[in-house]
């Protein structure tokens, strides 16, 4: 008798012990006994049931995942090829890359969004050494490069943030992870809305919530009087990026009011709408310009969760009767 045979008829043969278990203990137990063991039994093979329903609702959020920006370094045909960059700390050099279409040709054309055909977003994966910068393109080659040097060791990511010349072309943010070698203790992140930038203090109003719009206020003050020269920058009076600790994925944030004029002047607040896509820490950037002079001020934010978020509306209403 061959090795699978033998391993069936065992099968079989268990089968046919617990089922015969249950026939007698029938005859020697109360019917009400052999019913609940058969009843637990029932339930044991149900657990598989268990998994897919958890299967199923990790499947979901790996579909809302792939929904967020900056977590890929290839969509919708396009690629965020290998970053070139020192190795090492203190290294001068330059940080280049290219985007490539679906055939592998380096992309040359792009459609100018906030005033770039293309946004370098360069950050520490523990969200501390931000960079915002915007790199020269060799049309000749697809090429992106500027000049480069680390400062600190670490692991970190980079992200392409730009759109493809072409009718309704995505808006895209691809990203690629870059090591620096050399010895370094993360930062651990403590929540905190207000930023000191040189002379400037910058103070946050608002929060976050998953799933919800919610505005926020960025106040600029100069030695405590209000900071009213702010000057347009990428298209307004601020640029904020966001980006959720853990996996450094993308929020949707988009600025207030209409695209100032050249020229024209604001201040002291900017204001912002947005939505976080699960609870969570979150960093945040943003970029100012006075004096033709960028300044960034960062900013650490927990978002609640909706079901929190309700919660909390509930216990004010109730303490307003």
């Known amino acids: 008798m061959n090795a699978g045979a033998r391993l069936t008829i065992y099968g079989i043969g268990v089968v046919v012990a617990f089922g015969g278990a249950f026939g007698l203990a029938s005859a020697i137990v109360p019917p009400s006994v052999v019913s609940e063991w058969k009843e637990g039994a029932e339930m044991n093979s149900h657990d ?68 770039k055909d293309l946004h370098l977003i360069v950050v520490r994966s523990d ?16 090429m992106w490069s500027l000049p480069w040097e680390w400062t600190e060791a670490g692991t970190y990511r980079v992200f392409a943030d730009f759109t493809p010349a072409g009718t309704d072309a995505p808006s895209l943010t691809l990203t690629r992870t870059v090591q620096v070698a050399g010895e370094f203790t993360p930062v651990a992140p403590q929540p905190t809305q207000t930023a000191q930038v040189g002379d400037f203090t910058v103070s946050l109003d608002g929060d976050l919530t998953a799933g919800t719009a919610k505005d926020l206020t960025l106040t600029v003050t100069r030695d405590g009087k209000p900071v009213t020269a702010l000057e347009p920058y990428l298209g307004a009076f601020g640029h904020l990026v966001a980006l959720r600790d853990g996996d450094l994925a993308y929020l949707h944030v988009h600025a207030k009011g209409e695209e100032p004029e050249v020229g024209e002047t604001s201040g002291p607040e900017i204001e912002f709408a947005a939505e976080a896509p699960t609870a969570g820490r979150y960093f945040l950037y943003l970029d100012f310009q006075v004096d033709g002079q960028v300044h960034t001020a960062e900013f650490v934010v927990d978002a609640a969760s909706g079901d929190d978020a309700a919660v909390s509306d509930g216990d004010s209403h109730d303490d307003g009767h």
Not at 56 to 78: F, Q, R, T
Not at 127 to 142: A, I, K, M
Request: glycine residues 12%; charged residues 15%; without cysteine.
């Open 48 to 115: 598989g049931g268990h998994d897919a329903a958890t299967t199923a609702a990790e499947e979901s959020a790996n579909v809302a995942a792939d929904s967020l920006k900056g977590l890929s370094l290839g969509l919708e045909g396009y690629v965020l090829s290998p970053v070139e960059a020192p190795g090492a700390v203190a290294t001068s050099g330059e940080l280049q890359f290219q985007i490539l279409d679906a055939a592998g040709t380096p992309v040359t054309d792009y459609t100018t969004a906030h005033d």
């Open 127 to 142: 969200g501390s050494l931000f960079r915002h910068v915007h790199p020269t393109l060799d049309e000749s080659t697809g």
